[in-house]
C-alpha cells in the first residue's frame, strides 16, 4: 500500500437506481480523503432509467454488467478494479466522511483479508423501513445477519455485510469471480471462500454507512423472496451458511397452514387467531419499549407477515425448484 494512503476502488452495483445513484454518489464525494486515492465504478445492469447517464455526470466509471445482477456485476467491477484495497456497497447508502480512513488500520495485519462495517438507519426514514430495520435487528439478536450496528469494538467474524465491505486485493484475486449462479448471498459465499483461503474477516465499529430500507411492501417482498433463494443456494453448498433462523423461517408456510389444519379440526380455531392477535400485539410492544415511533411500531405486523411469508415462499422455491437462470432477475 501507497504511503500516501492505499486506493481504493468503490465498486456499485445498480440497475434502475437514478433516484437513489444521486444521492450515494454525492456522499462519495464528500469523503474525507485525497480524491485521486479512490475511484468509484458503476457496474450498470443494463438500467432503462436515467442510471447510466448519472453515474457519467459524476465522472465515475461506468461499465455494463450485461447479466444484471449484483453477483455479475461485483466481478465485473472487480475486474476493472485498480485500488490496494476493492470496497463493495451499494447505491442506498451514505456514507460517513471517515468511511475509507477509518478502515485502513485494520489491514496493517497482513491476516485480514476483509473488513466490515456497521449500518445504521437514516434518521428521515419512512416509518415503514423504520419497521424493517427493527426487523434486521431482530435478525441480528439471533446472528442470521451480517448488518450490525451495536459493535462496541472491532471483533473477528465469519461474515460481513455486502454494502459495507473492504477487502485486500490479493484476498479477492484468490476467490473471483464468484459463481454468477447465485441470485444473492453472494457477499455470503465470497466471505466464506476468503476465510477458506486462509484469511480473517473483521468488522468494526468505526466504518460506518447509513443503509436505507425498503420503502414499499411490494420492494421488501421481492428483497426477501430473492434473499431467501439466495441464502439456500449457499446454503446446499455449505451447510453451515445456512442459520437455524433461516430454517425456521423458510418452513413458515407449511407451519402456519398446519397449525390452522390442526386448530381447526380441534375445534379450536378461534384460539389459533387469538395467538396470532396476541403476537402482533406483544411484537409492537416489544418495538414500542425499544423507543420505535408509534407509527412504526404499527408497521411492524405487517413488515413480519410479509419477511415470513416471502422468505418462505422463496425458500421452498429453491428447495423444491432450483432455480437455473439467474440472468435479468
Not at 480523503?33 to 443494463?46: A, M
Not at 460481513?160 to 454468477?180: H, Q, S, T, W
Not at 459465499?189 to 474477516?201: A, D, E, I, Q, T
Not at 408509534?294 to 425448484?321: H, Q, T
Request: glycine share 6%.
Amino acid at each position: 500500500m501507497m504511503k500516501n494512503g492505499p486506493l481504493f476502488s468503490i465498486v456499485i452495483p445498480v440497475r434502475n437506481e437514478g433516484a437513489l445513484l444521486t444521492r450515494c454518489l454525492d456522499s462519495l464525494m464528500k469523503l474525507d480523503y485525497p480524491k485521486d486515492r479512490f475511484e468509484i465504478i458503476v457496474s450498470d445492469g443494463l438500467s432503462t432509467d436515467n442510471t447510466k447517464e448519472l453515474a457519467r455526470n459524476y465522472a465515475v466509471k461506468v461499465v455494463d454488467n450485461n447479466k444484471q445482477v449484483v453477483v455479475s456485476g461485483r466481478n465485473r467491477g472487480f475486474k476493472e478494479a485498480a485500488g490496494d484495497i476493492v470496497v463493495f456497497t451499494d447505491a442506498d447508502c451514505t456514507f460517513h466522511t471517515q468511511w475509507l480512513r477509518n478502515s485502513i488500520k485494520y489491514f496493517a495485519d497482513d491476516k485480514i483479508g476483509g473488513v466490515g462495517g456497521v449500518t445504521f438507519m437514516p434518521p428521515e426514514s419512512s416509518s415503514f423501513e423504520k419497521a424493517i430495520d427493527f426487523l434486521f435487528r431482530l435478525a441480528e439478536f439471533f446472528q442470521a445477519t451480517a448488518h450490525r450496528k451495536g459493535l462496541s469494538a472491532a471483533k473477528e467474524v465469519n461474515d460481513i455485510p455486502g454494502c459495507n465491505a473492504f477487502y485486500r486485493k490479493e484476498a479477492l484475486e484468490r476467490v473471483m469471480p464468484v459463481d454468477e449462479n447465485l441470485l444473492t448471498a453472494e457477499d455470503v459465499w465470497m466471505n466464506f471462500c476468503v476465510r477458506k483461503s486462509g484469511y480473517k474477516l473483521v468488522q468494526a465499529p468505526d466504518v460506518i454507512l447509513w443503509h436505507y430500507r425498503r420503502n414499499s411492501p411490494k420492494r421488501f417482498a421481492r428483497q426477501i423472496y430473492r434473499f431467501a433463494i439466495g441464502r439456500l443456494q449457499v446454503g446446499k453448498r455449505c451447510f453451515g451458511l445456512l442459520n437455524i433462523f433461516h430454517i425456521i423461517c423458510g418452513l413458515s408456510i407449511p407451519f402456519f397452514l398446519l397449525s390452522a389444519i390442526i386448530f381447526y379440526l380441534s375445534g379450536a380455531i378461534d384460539l389459533f387467531f387469538k395467538s396470532g392477535i396476541i403476537f402482533f400485539i406483544t411484537l409492537i410492544l416489544l418495538a414500542l419499549v425499544k423507543k420505535m415511533a408509534i407509527k412504526a411500531a404499527l408497521n411492524m405486523p405487517l413488515a413480519i407477515i410479509i419477511f415470513a411469508f416471502f422468505w418462505s415462499a422463496g425458500f421452498l422455491r429453491e428447495l423444491f425448484f432450483p432455480l437455473k437462470d439467474i440472468k435479468g432477475k
